[in-house]
């Protein structure tokens, strides 16, 4: 049986986990990343995106149930933002998982972009050379392997890593 949870802020927290090694410093103050580990969508990039199911209030569709990107419910529960089908939330750390409310801010497609530019995360095949991150033909990413996260983050020390080890 599905838990019930008192309010979206409450749903929201207990299905993210707080990660030390990944966040942003605002104000000289260090804020960790909180990770979204319940459902997930991959965009045409191969970034993770979490989701999460709510159910219409009113309307045609009352009843019915539909999937909204998290952080987007994080900008209307945490900081009371109206999201316009226009609007896109900007995160602020890089991180497309994270949900923390202090690293995602409302804005629009345009401000998200030049964020990404001045970031220096814009992939692009249209730029000469080697700018933006464009990779050279024949290059590897070692970053795929890990999903963008550090190694140690990733394995556990109480579970063996090998099917061989007990």
């Not at 409450?10 to 990944?22: H, K, P, Q």
């Not at 104000?27 to 319940?38: F, Y």
């Not at 109206?82 to 401000?111: D, F, W, Y």
Request: charged content about 25%; overall charge positive; some cysteine.
């Amino acid at each position: 049986m599905p838990v019930k949870y008192p309010s979206m802020a409450d749903r929201i927290i207990a299905n993210s986990v707080l990660l030390d090694g990944i966040g942003i410093t605002q104000n000289g103050e260090w804020s960790p990343c909180w990770i979204w580990i319940a459902k997930r969508q991959m965009n045409k990039r191969g970034n993770w995106y979490g989701l999460i199911t709510v159910r219409y209030k009113s309307g045609k569709r009352k009843g019915k149930v539909h999937n909204v990107f998290v952080h987007r419910m994080v900008l209307m529960v945490f900081k009371n933002r109206r999201m316009t089908p226009r609007m896109v939330g900007c995160h602020l750390c890089n991180e497309s998982l994270c949900c923390n409310p202090a690293h995602i801010v409302g804005g629009s497609q345009k401000k998200n972009m030049r964020q990404c530019v001045n970031d220096g995360r814009l992939k692009t095949p249209f730029v000469k050379g080697n700018q933006y991150g464009a990779k050279k033909k024949g290059a590897k990413d070692s970053s795929t392997a890990s999903g963008g996260y550090p190694q140690n983050l990733l394995v556990r020390e109480d579970r063996p890593t090998d099917l061989g080890e007990t």
